[in-house]
């Protein structure tokens, strides 16, 4: 069993190594876990309220979050660091995604738009 949300969990992803499980939440948190060993890695703190989606890129190496304080974030799956801050969206996050190509991340929100972020830069 993994614990350590003081909150609703909105999320959980598997990486695509399947070796890294990433959980959102209402605390505000992202946490990630080293699912073969049980082991919570890394908290990812910077959102200001619920993380409603997460996404790991194709080689696992990002982790994307939405939120409902209107921002994306992308974070380094090597150190567990902040990258960028993403702002496009008026209202809530509630999607991201990345391509299956990997160039490209998409999201969705309740201000009904999609924005697509070039990887190379994120900017739309």
Excluded at 4 to 23: E, V
Excluded at 89 to 112: Q, T, W
Aim: hydrophobic share 35%; glycine share 8%; charged share 25%.
């Amino acid at each position: 069993m993994l614990e350590g949300h003081n909150g609703d969990i909105y999320k959980i992803k598997f990486s695509p190594d399947n070796r890294t499980l990433a959980s959102s939440s209402n605390d505000t948190m992202i946490k990630i876990w080293d699912y073969h060993l049980g082991k919570h890695l890394a908290d990812l703190l910077g959102h200001t309220d619920l993380v409603s989606t997460i996404a790991f890129s194709k080689d696992g190496q990002i982790l994307a979050s939405g939120c409902d304080d209107k921002t994306i974030k992308i974070w380094s799956m090597k150190n567990y660091k902040l990258l960028r801050t993403l702002k496009g969206h008026k209202e809530c996050v509630n999607i991201v995604k990345f391509s299956p190509d990997g160039k490209r991340l998409l999201s969705g929100g309740s201000d009904e738009r999609i924005c697509v972020w070039e990887t190379k830069n994120f900017r739309l």
